[in-house]
């Protein structure tokens, strides 16, 4: 398995403002991804993170919203930009260790509340 | 991109007795299925997963089906114990788009003592 760790744990924003979610691995992974979990539903994928180039965001998450970035093969972050409550969400980095083993784990997680 | 539905969204059964969760997906060309288990609080934790080249797979309690043709995978759970009390996730990878996981909507377990 991997060792993942996101910083910080949580945090309470005031209106737009923007935060900075830090993920950490402990060994060099292929894929990192971020993902969303709002109250009570499923994991919704934000972006896949690009070690040296831009990410690859989903339908309905843009980057001037939600600017990742990926300067090597164990360290990534997300920036929440000019966030409102609506972007009070439970925000999950995810990593993939190597191309031919598909298992993904994740990290704990940053509860985001934004008042 | 892939769809992935789910259901039950929830499912309360006894102890002792089997759960059944079962899950579509849209994109033929995915090839891997992970089921993870979430408790409140924590981070999904990969407990099964199934590639497109294998029917079944069986992990003690756990079990998981995967029909290709009709593009359906399920989990089974038999002799269910309070600790399975949880939100289970179905998720699919596809090749043709970036490698990436899409999630079902989650079904919560409630296992009666």
């Known amino acids: 398995s991997a060792v993942i760790s996101q910083k910080p744990s949580r945090d309470i924003c005031q209106r737009g403002t923007s935060l900075t979610i830090q993920c950490q691995v402990d060994?060099?992974?292929?894929?990192m991804f971020w993902y969303r979990q709002q109250p009570g539903q499923s994991l919704t994928l934000i972006a896949t993170?690009?070690?040296?180039?831009?990410?690859?965001?989903e339908s309905g998450f843009v980057i001037d919203k939600f600017p990742i970035s990926r300067p090597n093969l164990t360290f990534s972050t997300l920036t929440v930009s000019n966030m409102s409550p609506e972007d009070s969400s439970i925000y999950l980095c995810?990593?993939?260790?190597?191309?031919?083993?598909?298992?993904?784990?994740f990290g704990p997680g940053t509860r985001l509340t934004v008042l | 991109g892939e769809n992935v539905e789910q259901h039950p969204s929830t499912l309360s059964v006894q102890e002792g007795d089997s759960a059944v969760i079962k899950c579509t997906y849209s994109?033929?060309?995915?090839?891997?299925f992970p089921w993870y288990k979430q408790e409140l609080g924590k981070r999904p934790q990969l407990i099964i997963d199934?590639?497109?080249?294998?029917g079944e797979k069986k992990d003690q309690r756990i079990a998981v089906t995967l029909n290709k043709t009709a593009k359906h995978f399920s989990l089974h759970i038999t002799e269910t114990q309070p600790e399975d009390s949880a939100v289970y996730f179905c998720?699919?990878?596809?090749?043709?788009?970036?490698?990436?996981?899409?999630f079902g909507t989650g079904t919560s377990l409630t296992v009666i003592p």
């Open positions: 998720a699919a990878r596809g090749t043709n788009t970036g490698n990436q996981f899409y």
């Open positions: 995810s990593v993939v260790r190597t191309s031919v083993a598909d298992t993904q784990y």
């Open positions: 993170a690009n070690q040296g180039s831009e990410a690859t965001y």
């Open positions: 994109d033929s060309a995915s090839n891997y």
């Open positions: 060994s060099q992974v292929t894929m």
């Open positions: 199934i590639r497109s080249n294998v």
